[in-house]
């Protein structure tokens, strides 16, 4: 039916089984949002967080899942005269993009340049947009600075090393073995085997590291870093405390979310500066599975529900 869609939900915290495809009422773009045909989704840590019920937002059931998407805008809000019908467009919604439809504020969105995949492009959102934000936004990486990246082969890593060497900075990244290669190959100048080798021995008076990881990595990263360095940890809670002790500028992710770092990060790929990322595909089906891969933990790259083929 015309004003139907396809949507992923679930009505109560859980495993991934939780999660169901139904048919729903396709939902109608507000005065300052676009409806987007959503081509594929970026499947982020923070989805299978959300459904555990381990974070502090407050949920309204049924919920449908997922934020970072990319898709064809097709139909916009009455006031909306930035973007029209037919444009693809990728970015983030906090109306659930685990669906083939999704209504978006025409704040968190921008074009799809042509030589970049919706894959990809799905991948840029809380991936790409987190790495820039940490790196520049919150912590303000400079040419020459030393950086270690840990986590550095997943959704925020692969950008982060990137980013940080076309600021000029020097990097260095922990991955595990099946992602050394990679990891060099798209930039980092050391790469550190974590299953092998204790970074905390091998590295020293880092100006800046970037927790993508959290628990004993946190830990063991206040030895590696000089006096009047900084730390940020998108996947843990550092001691202020230990921060004072250690000399160390710790600072908070801020989370806020700028358009014009989706346009900008858009930009540096389309000029083929830095390159998108796509780990394994799964169909809108399969999306229980595509959470139980990201809850793992390991490999490389943004999962994707890949929704239009
Ligand atoms: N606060 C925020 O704004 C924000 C935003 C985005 C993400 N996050 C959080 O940041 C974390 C990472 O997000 P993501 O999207 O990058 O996750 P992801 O795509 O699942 O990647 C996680 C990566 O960590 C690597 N890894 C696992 N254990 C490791 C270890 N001990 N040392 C080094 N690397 C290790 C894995 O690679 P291997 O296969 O090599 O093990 C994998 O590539 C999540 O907890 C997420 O919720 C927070």
Known sequence: MMNEMEAVRYSEFGGPEVLK?????????????????????????????????????????????????????????????????????????????????????????????????????????GGATTAWQVLFNDGNVKAGDRVLIHGAAGGVGLFAIQFAKWMGAHVTATAGPTNLEYVRSIGADMVIDYTSTQFEKVVQDMDFVLDTVGGETLEKSWSVIRKGGVLISIAGQPSLERAQEK????????????????????????EGKVKGFVGQKFSLHEAAQAHELSQRGHGRGRIILQIVE
């Open 21 to 125: 495809v139904e048919r729903v009422k396709r939902p109608e773009p507000k005065e300052d949002e676009v409806l987007v045909r959503v081509h594929s989704s970026g499947v982020l840590p923070i989805d299978w967080k959300i459904r555990q019920g381990w974070m502090p937002m407050p949920v309204h059931f049924p919920v449908i899942p997922g934020s970072a998407f990319a898709g064809v805008i097709e139909k916009v809000g009455a006031s909306v005269t930035e973007f029209k019908v037919g444009q693809e467009v990728f970015g983030r919604t906090s109306n659930g993009s685990y669906a083939t439809y999704t209504t978006v504020s025409i704040d968190t969105i921008a074009l799809k340049l042509e030589s970049i995949g919706f894959n990809e492009a799905a991948a840029i959102s």
């Open 247 to 270: 000399g160390v500028r710790l600072i908070k992710p801020s989370r806020a979310f700028a358009k014009k770092d989706l346009e900008t990060i858009a930009q540096l790929m389309d």
